[in-house]
């Protein structure tokens, strides 16, 4: 019998991120990559519709299958003139199932679902949801005794709370500093008009260090990340809303004069050299806001890349 879907064109078989083969029982994950997604926004204040982020993110990823999960001859990056992911093997773990409105309970499912794909050995890529689910995410990697985490965000997500609620997304960073295996922490490309002096101050007294949109532009991508300070193990968080909305415009909470695709890319390139990248997300993308899916293509794009970049790392140590 003829092996089915040869070809492997986008429009053809069941949708997993970059068409990789399936594994919802995590027990049995064997490979280098899991990636799983987190459909909740529950924690939204503005508009919602990124608990269909994750759905949405698989479809477009499609696009690129051929180079993806299911070739584990990896891609060519034509700007390095170099292969990367050869033989990294991805799987999609399907969704964490997320229950009506209990933030304890998904909380929780969140933080367990990503220690056990941890368990596995595999390399944690999360698509949310919005931005609240990164604290149980990070409480995951409690077994550490030292997690540095990376945000790249249009705002600080430092709010101690919004009427007694402690865990929307405008509290997600503030959440894992309180955490006591959590040291450095680095906020990337902050421009927001509602960020808040206090909280701006009371991060950088905890111990973070802040770059906002013009000192990315002023100093340049490189000068960045020689000024962060020593990196270990790394937790990357990515905010969609990061970028300008000319080129993520389908995010719940667009801010004008964002990074552009280019910077960020060598942010997270100079990351992953800087430390040893343990994991990441990519937040607030909001496929009912979105144009012709242009934000879910380079969700696609930025995962492939940075995870080109962290394996990339990996193997020049």
């Not at 960020?195 to 101050?201: K, L, Y």
């Not at 013009?214 to 020593?230: Q, S, T, W």
């Not at 942010?267 to 899916?293: C, I, S, T, W, Y």
Request: hydrophobic share 40%; net charge neutral; with cysteine.
């Amino acid at each position: 019998m003829a092996q089915r879907y040869t070809a492997n064109m986008p429009m053809v078989g069941i949708t997993s991120f970059l068409k990789s083969p399936i594994c919802e029982e995590f027990d049995r994950i064997d490979a280098d990559v899991a990636v799983l997604g987190i459909p909740y926004d529950a924690g939204i204040g503005f508009r919602p519709g990124t608990r269909f982020g994750p759905r949405e993110i698989r479809n477009y990823s499609a696009r690129y299958s051929a180079w993806g999960g299911s070739n584990p001859q990896g891609y060519w990056d034509v700007n390095q003139k170099k292969r990367l992911l050869k033989g990294v093997r991805i799987v999609d773990a399907g969704d964490v199932d997320i229950v009506y409105y209990d933030i304890d309970i998904n909380m929780r499912k969140i933080r367990e679902s990503t220690r056990a794909l941890l368990d596995r050995g595999a390399f944690p890529v999360l698509i949310g949801g919005d931005h609240s689910v990164t604290y149980p995410i990070v409480q995951a990697f409690d077994r550490r005794k030292r997690l540095d985490i990376v945000q790249i965000d249009a705002h600080m997500d430092w709010l101690d709370h919004l009427e007694g609620v402690r865990y929307s997304n405008a509290s997600p960073l503030r959440r894992c500093k309180e955490l006591p295996f959590v040291q450095e922490m680095v906020h990337l490309g902050i421009r927001d008009i509602r960020s808040r002096e206090e909280n701006i101050a009371d991060a950088e007294k905890a111990g973070a260090k802040v770059f906002t949109r013009e000192d990315v532009r002023a100093l340049g991508a490189a000068e960045v990340v020689r000024r962060m300070p020593p990196l270990e193990d790394v937790y990357v968080t990515i905010d969609i809303d990061g970028l300008d909305p000319s080129q993520a415009p389908g995010t719940g909470s667009p801010t004008v004069d964002g990074l552009l695709y280019h910077e960020v890319r060598a942010l997270l390139q100079g990351v992953a050299k800087k430390g040893r990248v343990v994991g990441f997300d990519v937040v607030e993308v909001n496929p009912m806001l979105d144009h012709h899916g242009q934000t879910c293509l380079l969700a696609t794009t930025l995962i492939m890349e940075f995870l080109g970049a962290v394996f990339e790392a990996r193997g020049q140590r």
